[in-house]
Structures are given as C-alpha cells and as structure tokens.
C-alpha cells in the first residue's frame, strides 16, 4: 500500500490489490483515489471501521480520510453505524452491489447530465433563435439533446423494474432483440 503517514496496516493481497484499482477506478470516475480506496476498504470490511481505523489501514492522513468519508456520505455509498458504548464515528459501506450502482449511476446522472441537459436546451432554443448559427450545427444540438432525453426516460423507466427483472434483461444481452418484431429491428439499424 501507498504510505502517506505512519505504517499501513498488512492487507491480503487481494484486497490491497482491490483497493488499489478501485482508488484508480475512483480517478477515471471524477473522485480522488483516496475516495476509491476508502469505499473498497469499507465494501470488504467485515464489520463497520472507525475513520482512525481506515487510515491506519491504507496508511492515510486522518484530514484526508475524513473529507474522503464525507464525499462518500454524500454519494449515499456510505453510513454512519452506531455502536453501543463507542462514541466515535463508524462507517460502513452499502453491500448490495445493484444498489451501489443504482446510487453512483443516479449521483453522476445529478452531477453530469442533468446540468448537460439545461445547457443542451438552452443551446437548441439559442440556436433556433440566431440567424447567424448554421443549419447543420442546430440540427446537431437538437439530435444531441434528443438522444439524451430519450436515454433519461429509458433510465427513469429502469429504476422502475424490479431488480429480479432487471438482472435478467441484464444476462439476456443481445438476445433482448429476438423478441422484438422483425420490422422494428430493420428499423433501428
């Protein structure tokens, strides 16, 4: 493990090789690796740790795992876990992996297109509106806008789904499109 202070804690090995891709993960994601590594230390923990506990673990300073726990408290991938006679603060991570999904998809839905989506708006009506802007670029900024409402409902629509139904749409792959009528698949090439 990457030592920023003291001496890390000994992880098996593939749970520090866990951690440090997830940190990485974390980087391509738009979070700091630290974020990363503290959400996979606290995904595999078996019990809730203590923020003393995580930076003795990866070797952290505690300043950085505390802003670390409140990005991750405010992505909702985390909580705060009472424990009785201990007034310090213990965190654990949500398990289900469908819902931890479920919650970055919808965090980075808020953070990234809901804003793309106003500005694309105000592009198209802008554009729409000024003689001086050529036809093509419009036509453009009106398919980009479309394309994205279009996958907003899609993805309104399956938070609805019942999870069991969802996996299984999710195995079926491809192979979704043999149920389709023939005339629709010619359609969508």
Sequence with gaps: MT???????ELPLAIERFVLHWGDMGGRWGVNRSIG?????????????????????????????????????AWNLIRRVPIKGDRRD??????????????ITAGRKEREIDPAVVVL??????????????????ERLKAMLAFIEMM?????QMLKVPRPQLAALVRLGSKVLHML??????RAR
């Design 37 to 73: 590594q503290i959400h996979a230390v606290l995904y595999l923990a078996d019990a809730p740790m203590t923020a003393e506990d995580i930076a003795d673990t990866l070797g952290m300073a505690r300043s950085n795992v505390s802003s670390s726990l409140k990005e991750l408290l």
């Design 3 to 9: 030592e920023t202070r003291g001496q890390s804690r």
């Design 181 to 186: 009528p023939a005339r629709r698949q010619r």
């Design 121 to 138: 708006r105000d592009c198209v009506a802008e554009a729409q509106r000024d003689p001086t802007v050529p036809t093509v670029a419009t």
């Design 90 to 103: 213990h965190y654990a991570a949500e398990t289900d992996i469908w819902e931890v999904f479920t919650r």
């Design 152 to 156: 907003e409902r899609w993805y309104a």
